[in-house]
Each structure stands twice: as C-alpha cells, then as structure tokens.
C-alpha cells in the first residue's frame, strides 16, 4: 500500500497557494473613490460642480414659499420637524436634538444669516452646499419666517378682512 506523506505534498500544495495568492495580487482593481479618469459634464476633472455662487434672493412670491415648505420637510424636518419643534424622525432615533426653531437663538437672525447656516450648516448640523442648490436654500430661508410666524402670529398681524376670513 502507498501511503502519501503529507511532507512530501506540502511544498507542492504551499507553492500552489503562494502562486494564486500572487495572481490575485496583480489583478486589475477597481477604486470607484480614485479621481476621475474622463472628465465629469463640467468639463473639470476631479471637480463636482456645487451650484455654490453666491445667489441674490429671490422674490418673495407664494410659489418660493410653496417650494420653501416642500425642501424643508424633505431636508429638515427629519431633524427639525415640520413643525420646527426639533423633535423629527432622526433626532427620535438619537441625533442631538435641536432648539425649536421658532425660539432659538437664530429665530431673529436674517436672511442672510439663515442662509449661510444652511449653506456651511451649525455645530452637529452639516452643510446643504452640495445637497439644495441656492435658490432653494433661499425658499427654505423664505419658510422658516412663515413657519415661526404660523406659530407665533398675533391677532394684530391680521388685517381686518383676515380676521373676518375663516382659514
Ligand atoms: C441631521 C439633523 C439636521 C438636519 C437634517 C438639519 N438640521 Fe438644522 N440643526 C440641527 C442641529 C442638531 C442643530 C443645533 C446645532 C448646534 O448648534 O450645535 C441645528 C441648528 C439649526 C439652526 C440654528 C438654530 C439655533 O440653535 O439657533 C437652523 C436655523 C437650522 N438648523 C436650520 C436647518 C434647516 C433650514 C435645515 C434644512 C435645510 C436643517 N437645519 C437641517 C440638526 C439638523
């Protein structure tokens, strides 16, 4: 009876692997984070595109403010909610919770100011630069005055024929 020595086959069976080990190693590798080897559309290689020019602000019209509400309860309002308050879907699952909007140090601030805080973001709260061009930053900017308004409004901020007409 032949008996196989293991001794015998285990340099045979250590070169096999030794020589797949170094095939795998000279494979060709994909890094889809490597920079770009064409140019992207913008005709700048490596370069993505932020719509970041700085933007005057758009008129104030019920269309900016209609879009303002929908990005804000598309890119806020899981942290901040809806209604402001700072109690949205993320921040349930444990992100820090914000200060309701409507009575936060930042609820007087300007436009200009609303603005940037989107733009670069605040603290734990990142930057929209990449994710909501300008002009939509400008229609949240827009929302955030009539949401804390729909909250705090006064009965004197109504002229007389709002009074009489029921919402
Ligand atoms: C991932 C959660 C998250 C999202 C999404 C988010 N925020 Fe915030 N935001 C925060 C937190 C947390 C703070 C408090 C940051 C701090 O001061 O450390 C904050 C702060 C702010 C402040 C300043 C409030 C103050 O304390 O005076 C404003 C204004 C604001 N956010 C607006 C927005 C707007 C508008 C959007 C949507 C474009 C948005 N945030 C999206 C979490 C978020």
Same mark, same amino acid.
Not at 18 to 25: L, P, V
Not at 41 to 61: F, I, K, M, Q, S
Not at 86 to 100: I, K, L, N, S, T
């Given at each position: 009876m032949t008996r196989i020595r293991p001794l015998r086959i285990l340099p045979?069976? +250590?070169?096999?692997? =030794?020589?797949?080990?170094?095939?795998?190693?000279?494979?060709?590798? @994909?890094?889809?984070?490597?920079s770009p080897r064409s140019a992207? /559309?913008?005709? %700048?290689?490596?370069? %993505? @595109?932020?719509?970041? =020019?700085?933007?005057? !602000?758009? !008129?104030?019209?019920? =269309? +900016?403010?209609?879009?303002?509400?929908?990005e804000y309860d598309a890119f806020c309002a899981p942290c901040?909610?809806?209604?402001?308050?700072?109690?949205?879907?993320?921040?349930?699952?444990?992100?820090? =919770?914000?200060?309701? +909007? !409507?009575? /936060?140090?930042?609820h007087n601030a300007t436009p200009d100011q609303l603005y940037a805080i989107i733009t670069a973001g605040q603290g734990v709260m990142y930057g929209f630069a990449q994710r909501i061009m300008p002009d939509d930053r400008w229609a949240i900017v827009a929302y955030l005055y009539a949401l804390r308004r729909s909250q705090y409004a006064m009965l004197a901020d109504m002229t007389p024929a709002q009074r009489a007409t029921p919402p």
């Open positions: 045979g069976a +250590l070169m096999l692997l =030794a020589g797949g080990c170094d095939d795998m190693s000279k494979q060709h590798k @994909e890094n889809p984070y490597a992207p /559309a913008n005709g %700048v290689a490596g370069r %993505v @595109e932020y719509h970041d =020019a700085p933007r005057p !602000a758009p !008129a104030l019209t019920s =269309a +900016l403010l209609r879009r303002g509400r929908s901040h909610a809806r209604t402001g308050l700072g109690d949205g879907m993320v921040v349930q699952r444990g992100f820090p =919770a914000p200060r309701p +909007l !409507a009575t /936060a140090p930042t």
